[in-house]
T-cell receptor, first 113, second 114 residues
Framework: AQSVTQLDSHVSVSEGTPVLLRCNYSSSYSPSLFWYVQHPNKGLQLLLKFLSGSTLVKGINGFEAEFKKSETSFHLTKPSAHMSDAAEYFC???????????FGSGTKLNVKP | GAVVSQHPSRVICKSGTSVKIECRSLDFQATTMFWYRQFPKQSLMLMATSNEGSKATYEQGVEKDKFLINHASLTLSTLTVTSAHPEDSSFYICSPLAGDYEQYFGPGTRLTVT
């Protein structure tokens, strides 16, 4: 079975400081992992994805995530937060056959000026 | 990136009536379509998965006779909420699966049942 745990429902950082959004997963298969962002009243947008290969994945807007199999984690990071990063972020896991995607509960990122 | 449209974006209907939500992938074909609902301040909950030309597979607890899904073509899927009740009020999001296994998401439909 697959599941995703986002450990923090809310994260608050100051503009210009690093961002860390945590995600742990459980999967019976080799997982595919995704991070999506949802701005208020907007649809979800893909930030980055890990299907296979390099475990450090770079995405849009300066975000990165590292797949750590030993820790079953896929944490999202950004060196320097921008006000426009304030949004809700979802970690998603899929089993190898992509017939189902499982969403974490989401982390709301607040960026203070 | 790929473009997905949903129509309507917002709909208000009376209890007991039915509402149809359309989802179109405008610049790619999707053999698989996911339908989600999202309650306020909550994550997306998968309702059903449909493959073009086949019957949809519903998640546990989702009534297939209440939420009718038609995946008529590789670019169009519809979700019909039949005999809607206030507890069906939610944000419904479609998500076609592209060939590179990336899920694209529609902008969502806010349904309010009065």
């Amino acid at each position: 079975a697959q599941s995703v745990t986002q450990l923090d429902s809310h994260v608050s950082v100051s503009e210009g400081t690093p961002v860390l959004l945590r995600c742990n997963y459980s999967s019976s298969y080799s997982p595919s992992l995704f991070w999506y962002v949802q701005h208020p009243n907007k649809g979800l947008q893909l930030l980055l994805k890990f299907l296979s290969g390099s475990t450090l994945v770079k995405g849009i807007n300066g975000f990165e995530a590292e797949f750590k199999k030993s820790e079953t984690s896929f944490h999202l990071t950004k060196p320097s937060a921008h006000m426009s990063d304030a949004a809700e972020y979802f970690c998603v896991v899929s089993a190898g056959n992509f017939n189902k995607f499982y969403f974490g509960s989401g982390t709301k990122l607040n960026v203070k000026p | 990136g790929a473009v997905v449209s949903q129509h309507p974006s917002r709909v208000i209907c009376k209890s007991g009536t039915s509402v149809k939500i359309e989802c179109r992938s405008l610049d790619f074909q999707a053999t698989t379509m996911f339908w989600y609902r999202q309650f306020p301040k909550q994550s997306l909950m998968l309702m059903a998965t449909s493959n073009e030309g086949s019957k949809a597979t519903y998640e546990q607890g989702v009534e297939k006779d209440k939420f009718l899904i038609n995946h008529a073509s590789l670019t169009l899927s519809t979700l019909t909420v039949t005999s809607a009740h206030p507890e069906d009020s939610s944000f419904y999001i479609c998500s076609p699966l592209a060939g590179d296994y990336e899920q694209y998401f529609g902008p969502g439909t806010r349904l309010t049942v009065t």
